[in-house]
């Protein structure tokens, strides 16, 4: 039922750049509803990564970080580390039947 | 610091209802919106519902006719109760405080909860 579509997987080596994409529509992100981020490490809790396209909560490296350009989110992280191999989900309001919440499809990330 | 306990079975029987309850600690449930979000084994995650204390609330619609979020801000918690459940709804079940953005700050730690005769 994901609305915001994901890559399934990007690697990385580590110390490299690599970014996931988030594609929406105009009914959420085109609409100008904020972007939010989260980080699950195999086994773990999501973790709030980015809030509002581009924020970061207290505790997060500047090695991540969000943007936003018209249906779509990007999230990138910089100076890969072992420890950033994980799940990433976008996750945004979708204003269609009533008003929801809505996650993306999900992306694994791989350190080579 | 605020922390999230959801608790309830960890079995449910098909077309039963699925019921559970998450505890907030360390801050006060009347000043957010509190959520309901639930990944199935292996999957995604997917939004169930969410509360704010005046009593507003807010399904996914794909199952709005099965779920009832509610909040005791009494106790400091807030339920969900999912009615004529099956396989499908067989999954971990995350309570979540909504904060800026519409964004899941703070998570419990997950119950899994599963649908089998």
């Known amino acids: 039922q994901s609305v915001l579509t994901q890559p399934p997987s990007v690697s990385g080596a580590p110390g490299q750049r690599v970014t996931i994409s988030c594609t929406g529509s105009?009914?959420?992100?085109?609409?100008?509803?904020?972007v939010n981020w989260y980080q699950q490490l195999p086994g773990t809790v999501p973790k709030l990564l980015i809030y509002?396209?581009?924020n970061r909560p207290s505790g997060v490296p500047d090695r991540f970080s969000g943007s936003k350009s018209g249906t779509s989110a990007s999230l990138a992280i910089t100076g890969l580390q072992a420890d950033d191999e994980a799940d990433y989900y976008c996750?945004?309001?979708?204003?269609?039947?009533?008003?929801?919440?809505?996650f993306g499809t999900g992306t694994k990330v791989t350190v080579l | 610091q605020v922390q999230l306990q959801e608790s309830g079975p960890g079995l449910v029987k098909p077309s039963e209802t699925l019921s559970l309850t998450c505890t907030v600690s360390?801050?006060?449930?009347?000043?957010?919106?509190w959520s309901w979000i639930r990944q199935p084994p292996g999957k995604g995650l997917e939004w169930v519902a969410y509360?704010?204390?005046?009593?507003?609330?807010n399904y996914n619609p794909s199952l709005k006719s099965r779920v009832t979020i509610s909040l005791d801000t009494s106790k400091n918690q807030f339920s969900l109760k999912l009615t004529s459940v099956t396989a499908a709804d067989t999954a971990v079940y995350y309570c979540?405080?909504?904060?800026?953005?519409?964004?899941?700050?703070?998570w419990g730690q997950g119950t899994m909860v599963s649908v089998s005769s």
């Open positions: 105009s009914s959420n992100i085109g609409a100008g509803y904020d």
């Open positions: 996750q945004s309001y979708d204003s269609r039947l009533g008003g929801l919440y809505v």
């Open positions: 360390g801050d006060s449930i009347s000043d957010y919106y």
């Open positions: 509360i704010y204390y005046s009593g507003t609330t």
């Open positions: 509002g396209n581009t």
């Open positions: 979540a405080r909504v904060r800026f953005s519409g964004a899941f700050d703070m």
